[in-house]
């Protein structure tokens, strides 16, 4: 028998697994984490992956069958596209960590106008100005932009909305 209630221990474990990407914050943070299901003999975490195109996906559930199994918890993941992930599922908390990493976070509205939250201004996540620039469309990563600031001279990413 499932039933949709799982220990809140299980919850924190799954939610505190750093995002293998973005090691500053965790898929708590980012939002991804849709449900956890206990099934009696293991749990299933349904997880919406952020970018599908991301290589992270595979890491993302490798890391919370293998969190999980070091507490004794069976655990299977399984993924779900629908409804898609968006920058606006990513906690306030997780927005500061990205700031405090030296990341732009995503300006939020994403998922409503995405074209409007493109055009929004970057702020620099050093000094706050909006005095930005981009260089490229793609950062270490294709979740991220590259910019400099004009104010401070640093070069910063930003996560890119979508
Ligand atoms: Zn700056």
Redo the contacts with the bound molecule.
């Keep these: 028998m499932s039933s949709p209630t799982v220990d809140p221990d299980v919850a924190r474990l799954v939610a505190d697994v750093p995002d293998p990407e973005l090691p500053h914050v965790t898929l708590g943070d980012l939002g991804v984490i849709r449900e956890i299901l206990d099934h009696g003999d293991h749990v299933e975490v349904v997880v919406t992956p952020t970018y599908t195109a991301c290589p992270a996906t595979e890491m993302i559930c490798d890391q919370i069958v293998e969190t999980l199994a070091e507490h004794d918890v069976s655990a299977r993941v399984t993924l779900t596209m629908t409804p898609a992930w968006s920058t606006d599922w990513i906690t306030e908390r997780g927005r500061e960590r990205l700031r405090q990493a030296g990341i732009a976070p995503p300006p939020p509205g994403a998922a409503d106008d995405f074209e409007v939250a493109l055009a929004l201004p970057v702020a620099?996540p050093?000094?706050?100005?909006h005095r930005?620039r981009r260089h490229s469309d793609f950062g270490a990563t294709a979740c991220k932009s590259m910019y400099s600031?004009e104010?401070?001279?640093?070069p910063?990413e930003r996560f890119k909305p979508i």
């Excluded at 050093?126 to 100005?129: A, E, Q």
């Excluded at 104010?151 to 640093?154: K, N």
């Design positions: 620099c050093r000094c706050g100005s930005t600031c104010a401070c001279r640093e910063f």
